[in-house]
């Protein structure tokens, strides 16, 4: 299995207002967060010296769980190098907004796959999933031939051939590649990183937790600090943090 390429494509803007006494020592959504959470008892003054850096504010709403401020900030990805399995289950993530590569897309080549690492390790489980994705394509590739033959037709060509890659598309596997532009507030990415960077969850979407996460502790380092990486014995890494309760 490839690693997939995570590119951090947006990000949040703060632009504080002028006639708000307001001046934080961090950008953008660090910043927008403290100022979302202090608008809240009008503490711009910063009267608890314990929450009077952006970092230790941040902190202290981790602490106590008030996360709804987080939910200001955003981060948009775009990510590649994945397999359609796996965009099944960040659709699930319901905060988060996605657009995804259509199925009706077909790249030069016919369409690739993702193999699993425990798959590719094993001889014998590699041949049958290359026979099985491979006949996959093939028989992909045949609908389409044979339904494009019959859209050129139809009264109307245009419709008829989106039809048909539609009809096609239903004979490739999960293990598909995929491309996703995805956009969550830092509270949404918490969730994922704390849902799918886990032991249990899937290695394909850890190793994209994962590598989501490093990008997120540089973007907003005082949000995504509490997740620690670590490897385990079969060298794939996971991620967790402490405060479990609302990752």
Not at 19 to 38: K, Y
Not at 68 to 77: G, K, N, P
Not at 133 to 154: D, F, N, V, W, Y
Not at 215 to 241: K, M, Y
């Amino acid at each position: 299995m490839t690693d997939p390429r995570i590119r951090l494509i947006a990000r949040t803007e703060f632009l504080p207002p002028d006639d708000v006494g307001f001046l934080s020592d961090a950008e953008g959504g660090q910043a927008l967060a403290e100022f979302a959470g202090r608008a809240c008892y009008q503490s711009w003054d910063r009267p608890n010296p314990a929450t009077a850096t952006n970092d230790g504010y941040l902190r202290h709403i981790l602490q106590v769980g008030h996360l709804s401020v987080l939910e200001h900030s955003t981060a948009t990805f775009y990510l590649t190098g994945i397999s359609r399995a796996v965009t099944h289950e960040i659709l699930r993530h319901r905060h988060f907004s996605n657009s995804e590569l259509s199925p009706r897309f077909v790249p030069p080549g016919g369409p690739a796959v993702v193999e699993p690492d425990a798959v590719a390790r094993n001889p014998a489980l590699h041949e049958k999933f290359t026979a099985a994705t491979e006949a996959a394509a093939a028989a992909h590739g045949e609908l389409l031939a044979a339904l494009e033959e019959a859209a050129e037709q139809s009264p109307d060509g245009t419709l008829a051939r989106k039809q048909a890659r539609q009809h096609a598309a239903g004979l490739l596997p999960a293990a598909t590649t995929t491309a996703l532009v995805v956009s969550g507030n830092y509270r949404a990415w918490r969730h994922f990183i704390g849902m799918r960077a886990t032991e249990a969850a899937d290695v394909e979407i850890r190793t994209l937790a994962v590598g989501v996460l490093r990008v997120l502790q540089d973007l907003a380092p005082s949000v995504f600090a509490d997740f620690r990486i670590s490897q385990l014995p079969d060298g794939t890494e996971l991620a967790a943090s402490p405060l479990v309760a609302d990752a």
